[in-house]
């Protein structure tokens, strides 16, 4: 094959290692960028070209989040990964380790990690790459892998909810929630949030949010019930999409802009987390982003008039 197929062959997976090191669609995405680049310029072939490239995407995504956390010391208000909406990676022989790493509940535990312990991580428990090739990744030992490796599952482990659902339980309990959040059930909503249930949003001050985090299944289900019927009156329309995995939806404007994305974290047979994502800077990889400040505007319009 020549350069270009390989590296097109291999894109899925540099993408996938990227996104889940950063957080960020557009950042995974120049990192690729720029793997090829180092690829392309390369004047010898590597005796392994996913290992070469596997390498290089890692090593780039490590400096790129170095320099991101000291941004997101200073971010407005709560921070949570761009939504994804596909993972472009497919491995069978992975298949449950790529599903959980890349949920939003996964991605938060990973900004637990260090960039190198969240790179060990990554790449031997979700990967399936060996201690040899790991080590090449980040530049360090195998012995000193190993003990990243260590700690980087002690962190995971103690943040990991005891029970998860499975993905039809997930889905069920999802169609049922945005049943009722379209009608204004509240009485609905609740009965299918866990009693500790928080409603958190990122808006990174882009975009209208909440003041703070809404805890409490009856404080969320009165919110959410009062909130999203007004939505439609402004022709928002809610559609059900997966996000990162999970059960989710995409809200969007009369003209089909992206105005929020929602995710849901099901656990126990409840919905324990709802994340609700309007930075428009986390957007506008799905679609042309909806004015928000607008939005917000017409919608204190209509709670003034009578229903």
């Not at 994804?84 to 900004?111: C, F, G, I, T």
């Not at 979700?126 to 260590?150: I, K, N, P, T, W």
């Not at 974290?265 to 919905?271: C, E, N, P, S, T």
């Amino acid at each position: 094959m020549s350069k270009v197929e390989e590296f097109e062959e291999l894109r899925p997976l540099l993408f996938s290692i990227a996104y889940r090191i950063l957080g960020s669609v557009g950042e995974a995405e120049d990192a690729v960028q720029e793997t090829w680049l180092r690829f392309d310029g390369s004047a010898t072939r590597p005796t392994s070209t996913k290992a070469f490239l596997s390498a290089a995407v890692t090593r780039i995504s490590i400096d790129v989040l170095r320099s991101a956390r000291v941004r997101r010391e200073e971010y407005v208000g709560p921070w949570f990964p761009e939504p994804l909406l596909s993972d472009p990676y497919q491995d069978p022989a992975r298949s449950v380790e790529l599903a959980d790493s890349v949920s939003m509940a996964a991605l938060l535990l990973l900004e637990r990690l260090s960039p190198l312990e969240r790179a060990v991580f990554l790449l031997r428990e979700v990967f399936g790459f060996g201690f040899d090739e790991v080590a090449s990744a980040v530049g360090r030992s195998e012995a000193a892998c190993r003990q990243l490796l260590v700690r980087a599952r002690r962190h995971m482990q103690d943040g990991r909810p005891r029970f998860a659902a499975d993905r039809q339980e997930r889905q069920e309990l999802a169609t049922r929630f945005f049943d009722a959040l379209k009608n204004g059930d509240v009485s609905g909503l609740q009965s299918l949030l866990a009693a500790d249930v928080q409603l958190v949003g990122d808006s990174g001050g882009k975009a209208p949010q909440l003041a703070r985090t809404v805890v409490g299944a009856e404080n969320a289900a009165r919110l959410l019930g009062a909130f999203y019927p007004r939505l439609l009156r402004i022709d928002v329309t809610c559609e059900p999409h997966e996000v990162n995995g999970q059960p989710g939806a995409i809200f969007r404007d009369r003209d089909g802009k992206v105005l929020q994305t929602l995710v849901l974290d099901v656990l126990d047979g409840r919905i324990q987390t709802i994340r609700g994502i309007s930075n428009p800077d986390k957007l506008d990889h799905i679609g042309p982003v909806a004015d928000a400040w607008a939005l917000h505007h017409e919608l204190k319009q209509v709670r003034r008039q009578p229903n």
